[in-house]
């Protein structure tokens, strides 16, 4: 559900009449959520603006089709993975390739940043060693703390699935990233 | 509870969702748990910081530019969604496999023909000849033999002088009926069978029961039985299996049967003569034997045996030219038909001074049936050989009852010579070998068959 429903609501009914206004501030409320959801999807920043881009501007023209405005971000969300999905057809950036450069870290110093590349790296590679299905659960309920009932609507998938594809992703997660968790 | 359980809520769930006191227990009591615990709110962590690294600005300043060129989509109804043309396939597809299979299903389930479809044959080109400038109908081979057959009981049934002999002979011509009938069953033409069947229950309606009436009353029940016998006995045409349109008219011939059995014991009905009805040669020979056994008057049954007579000539001149027929015996019993069936009425109603009107009705008849006499004397001088026998002995047989009938019915004459021929007859002339001649030489109509029935 929506937690922002009073005034976002009205930002969804503003902007289906074309305020873009109203949108500029939907776009404010929800671009690094969905950038950072495409992010953790596609490993490529880059590519993870572009689609997000993509999204939004698919989310503006398609709004005034929205029936109902409480439910804005499970629909935008529901944009941004079909783009996403239509951006891995047209390209094969989303193959399995450690995300070396991309995902920027902290760098506090010289030997922090040096171990910030190593970690990042091991986690990167973890996160893209997840199968495509639970990596978007995770993401969804890890980014975005969204309820289950959220994730198998943007997922389409039933709501025990959406369980039980987070259970999957955390479990390979832990199994993945032992060493580096106790080194 | 175990530390798989704990795990379950461990993986499942977010540490501020409402765990089970259970699992609160037991992680505070378990080591490995909190172990995986802490792993699990790292990992979440450091990866949630690994994603939420800031974006560059550029990027969401160019999509609220794309925004402002971009218009919306018009109205709030959706778009019209494209015809479904994969699910119209699979429909369509479905019900014409759904109806082949049905089609094969009722083909292989439907019964074999029992029997072969066979070919009716309806219609027959029918060869005429000319005589005398008039068509004559040439009959079929098995009409040929039934007014072979016909002639020969009338020239028995006009001498037979007792009620049994008469009732034998049409007894006898209604069994000729029933194997005609089978023939044409059996062989065809079947075209032939309504008219055949009507001419047989007129034959039993008319003459039968007249003969019956006319018995004494001592001889009457037994004549009835024996009757019956027969009558029973002519039903049987056979078990053979027919088509459905034939099958009715072998129906017709048993229930014309039946019904005569039943009239047997009532009044007969005999249908009034018209005279100059058009008459096909069966029909002639049947309304003879009729005539001859139902009608009372002798004057009347000379007026309609000879109208039968003449009907009868120009067919007889064929039936009497053709190879393989009893020339002789033909020739011989059609004279008889007219000498007892024509002159010796006469003689009866002019044996005794007669009125003027009934000797100048007798007189008319002798004209007519000495015109039929006359056509055969002209076909015998220029008949073949082995054609002039049977015309010869049919007009023996003619010539001791014309005498007679002559000889009392001579008053008022109208020109009539010695051999009852009328001189001043417009076409008189002996044509019809001549028009055989050259019938024989056109080519024969291919015949039609009749695809309706």
């Not at chain 1, 193959?95 to 920027?104: A, C, I, N, Q």
């Not at chain 1, 495509?132 to 039933?158: C, D, H, N, V």
């Not at chain 2, 011509?173 to 009507?198: C, K, N, S, W, Y």
């Not at chain 2, 076409?427 to 009749?450: D, H, K, Q, W, Y």
């Amino acid at each position: 559900m929506n937690v922002h429903a009073p005034e976002e609501t009205s930002w969804v009914e503003h902007a289906a009449q074309g305020d873009r206004d109203a949108f500029a501030r939907l776009v404010d409320r929800y671009w690094d959520k969905v950038r950072r959801f495409l992010l953790g999807m596609s490993g490529k920043n880059h590519l993870a603006e572009e689609v997000a881009q993509e999204a939004f501007l698919k989310a503006w023209t398609a709004l005034p089709t929205l029936r109902e405005p409480a439910t804005f971000r499970v629909w935008l969300f529901q944009i941004a993975r079909r783009c996403w999905v239509d951006a891995r057809r047209r390209s094969w950036a989303h193959l399995r390739v450690p995300m070396e450069g991309e995902l920027e870290g902290k760098h506090d110093g010289p030997l922090m940043s040096i171990l910030d590349d190593e970690s990042q790296a091991q986690l990167q590679a973890a996160l893209a060693l997840l199968p495509t299905k639970f990596r978007a659960a995770y993401l969804l309920w890890t980014q975005e703390e969204m309820p289950y009932a959220e994730i198998a609507s943007i997922l389409g998938i039933s709501e025990e699935t959406a369980r039980w594809r987070v259970c999957k992703a955390r479990q390979d997660l832990v199994h993945t990233l032992t060493a580096y968790l106790h080194q | 509870m175990k530390c798989r359980e704990v795990t379950y809520w461990l993986y499942s769930f977010r540490p501020r969702a409402c765990w089970p006191a259970d699992v609160v227990a037991h992680l505070q009591s378990c080591p490995d748990c909190r172990q995986v615990q802490a792993d699990l709110k790292r990992i979440d962590e450091e990866i949630q910081q690994l994603t939420s690294a800031p974006g560059s600005a550029s990027a969401k300043a160019h999509l609220l530019e794309r925004v402002a060129k971009t218009p919306q989509a018009p109205g709030p109804a959706k778009p019209r969604a494209p015809f479904p043309w994969r699910r119209f396939t699979a429909y369509v597809v479905s019900a014409a496999a759904l109806l082949l299979f049905g089609w094969l299903l009722g083909r292989r389930d439907a019964p074999e023909p029992t029997e072969d479809p066979k070919t009716i044959e309806v219609v027959r080109e029918k060869l005429v000849d000319v005589l005398r400038d008039r068509f004559v109908m040439v009959p079929s081979s098995a009409e040929r033999d039934l007014v072979a057959k016909l002639v020969q009981r009338n020239a028995r049934l006009v001498q037979s002088a007792t009620v049994k002999d008469r009732l034998d002979t049409l007894l006898d011509m209604a069994d000729d009926f029933r194997t005609h009938v089978t023939t044409l069953l059996e062989r065809g033409p079947r075209d032939q069978l309504p008219h055949a069947i009507e001419l047989y229950r007129q034959l039993l309606n008319e003459a039968v029961p007249m003969q019956l009436q006319q018995a004494m009353p001592d001889e009457r029940v037994e004549l009835e039985a024996a009757t019956r016998t027969r009558l029973t006995k002519l039903t049987d045409l056979g078990s053979a299996p027919l088509p459905a349109i034939v099958e009715e008219q072998r129906g017709a011939f048993q229930a014309a049967t039946q019904k005569a059995v039943a009239l047997l014991d009532r009044p007969p009905v005999v249908r009034p003569w018209e005279r100059g009805e058009s008459m096909s040669p069966m029909v002639a020979l049947v309304q003879f034997a009729i005539a001859h056994s139902s009608e009372a008057d002798a004057l009347a049954k000379a007026e309609r045996c000879a109208a039968c007579v003449q009907r009868l000539t120009p067919v007889m001149m064929l039936v009497l030219s053709e190879e393989g027929t009893p020339r002789v015996e033909l020739g011989q019993q059609f004279g008889e038909m007219i000498r007892f069936g024509v002159y010796q009425p006469i003689e009866l109603a002019t044996a005794k001074e007669p009125p003027q009107p009934v000797r100048d009705q007798a007189e008319r008849i002798l004209r007519d049936t000495a015109q039929s006499v006359a056509e055969m004397e002209k076909h015998l001088k220029d008949a073949p050989a082995d054609v002039r026998p049977g015309l010869e002995r049919a007009l023996e047989a003619t010539r001791k009852g014309w005498e007679k009938g002559k000889g009392k019915a001579k008053g008022k004459g109208k020109g009539l010579n010695e051999k009852g021929a009328r001189l001043d007859h417009p076409n008189r002339g002996p044509r019809m070998f001549s028009v055989r001649a050259e019938l024989s030489a056109t080519p024969p109509i291919a015949p039609r068959p009749n695809r309706l029935l």
